[in-house]
């Protein structure tokens, strides 16, 4: 069994590949079905979905650990403790579902590990031109989401300006934005420090993003002889070190 899952969680196998973006489409649909019902009274069909959730995530979480060959550093990650505040929200409600939303950390992980980001380069031409401003804008969605959720969590429903989702996520984007309309603001010490996160952290993935965007674009293909991974998209030499480069590409650039 072992065996088994670590071939699908660490292997190079279609079947490994495909299994990881299975896990991440999971995982997308978990977050879009966390957004939707945030808007709607917690129904006994809504809690059990939940339900069925949890019990995904408690049999990913099981397996994670089963394969992992230093259980010490397992239990020293943050997605780790992020995903069993996802656990208890799905499999206990009453606990708060709006933390859930801490599951989107498990998104950015599964994004950026070797494997996945290796098979979307190969799959996806898309991906492969634009990877930096892709992972740019994924994890400042990751950070709205978060963010908006804990927001949520923790006003709700002591704030009366925060009623659903929508509102969190309203008062997250103009925050980060530095619009601040002031039609919504956050209660007591722990709303301020939230405040205070959303905007300083907020703004430098914003920029970060912009940063991306709007820079020559660049390829990349490791130099042979120094290492260097991102080249102009004519070069023909390494900028760092002069040896001939073999960029990779079909016509594109």
């Excluded at 190079?12 to 896990?23: H, P």
């Excluded at 059990?48 to 408690?58: E, K, P, R, W």
């Excluded at 099981?62 to 992992?68: P, V």
């Excluded at 190969?122 to 930096?132: G, I, M, S, V, W």
Aim: aromatic letters at 14%; glycine letters at 6%; proline letters at 3%.
């Amino acid at each position: 069994m072992r065996k088994t899952l670590n071939q699908l969680y660490l292997g190079r196998s279609k079947r490994a590949q495909a299994f990881r973006y299975a896990l991440l489409g999971f995982d997308l649909v978990t977050i879009l079905f966390v957004i939707a019902t945030s808007f709607f009274a917690h129904t006994p069909l809504i809690e059990a979905i939940d339900a069925v959730i949890g019990v995904v995530i408690v049999a990913d979480f099981l397996a994670r650990f089963a394969i992992e060959p230093r259980k010490w550093l397992f239990w020293a990650r943050f997605s780790t403790w992020a995903d069993l505040v996802a656990l208890v929200s799905f499999l206990a409600p009453i606990a708060g579902e709006s933390f859930g939303f801490l599951r989107v950390l498990r998104t950015l992980r599964l994004l950026h590990a070797y494997q996945m980001l290796s098979r979307l380069r190969q799959d996806f031409a898309l991906f492969y031109r634009n990877e930096e401003v892709i992972l740019a804008t994924i994890n400042l969605a990751v950070f709205l989401f978060v963010m908006t959720g804990l927001i949520y969590a923790t006003q709700f429903p002591a704030n009366p300006q925060i009623q659903n989702y929508a509102d969190a996520l309203y008062f997250t984007v103009t925050t980060l934005t530095t619009t601040g309309f002031g039609d919504i603001t956050l209660q007591g010490t722990s709303g301020r420090l939230l405040s205070v996160a959303v905007m300083i952290f907020g703004v430098t993935l914003f920029l970060r993003l912009a940063q991306v965007l709007f820079r020559p674009p660049k390829v990349r293909s490791e130099c042979p002889t120094c290492g260097l991974k991102l080249h102009d998209a004519d070069a023909v030499h390494c900028k760092h070190c002069g040896t001939v480069v073999h960029i990779d590409t079909e016509g594109y650039l």
